[in-house]
């Protein structure tokens, strides 16, 4: 081969291998930052959908807590209520496993999972409530408004964590390196 042909291929191969490794990191780059854009607005999609659920029910929890509902009436809202989180709760592990978060800062699941120990503790008290004797319904009441708070509380935490969650999947400047899976 002639050298008249030869360098330009040695000049051609020189230019070429740079460009496609930048586009090849461009493409990368691009995908990673769509997939953290899309866990930020999943999670932001899951608080919403936990807050309207929550705000149905702190709603009926206010009328039990004043006195103005029957205890029974509620039971089955606060069945759908736990199920629905149980649901939630779900979804955000998927979001948890792909968000990077600080050592000690709560998960976006276990943000959830407060919601429906509140839920629970309501529903514990919503029992006590059923029971005739005088101060198991006094319990009962400390129970549900305990709970009434506590899930507000979780409702205000989910909100912030979500937030959280989505912006710094707006901030890619700021992001620690994604540890590399072995499986690509």
């Known amino acids: 081969m002639s050298s008249s042909v030869f360098v330009p291929l040695i000049v051609f191969f020189a230019l070429a291998l740079p460009i496609l490794f930048l586009l090849w990191r461009v493409l990368v780059v691009g995908g990673e930052l769509r997939r ?90 919503r029992a006590l409530m059923l029971d005739v004797k005088e101060d198991r319904f006094a319990e009962g009441e400390t129970s549900v408004k305990r709970g009434y708070l506590n899930l507000l509380h979780a409702r205000d935490a989910l909100k912030a964590r979500a937030r959280q969650i989505a912006d710094e999947a707006s901030k890619p400047a700021h992001r620690v390196p994604k540890p590399r899976s072995g499986n690509g």
Do not use: C, M, N, W
């Not at 953290?36 to 999943?42: L, N």
């Not at 004043?66 to 979001?95: F, I, N």
């Not at 276990?110 to 529903?123: C, F, K, M, N, Y």
């Open 36 to 125: 953290d854009a899309a866990h930020g607005r999943t999670a932001l999609d899951i608080a919403r959908r936990v807050d309207i659920s929550l705000a149905e029910l702190a709603d009926l929890i206010d009328e039990l807590r004043r006195r103005k509902a029957d205890p029974d009436a509620s039971a089955d809202s606060l069945r759908a209520a736990a199920e629905a989180l149980r649901h939630y709760a779900r979804e955000a592990e998927q979001v948890d496993k792909r968000v990077i978060r600080l050592p000690g800062s709560p998960t976006f699941g276990s943000e959830i999972e407060r919601a429906q120990r509140a839920v629970d503790l309501i529903e514990h008290g």
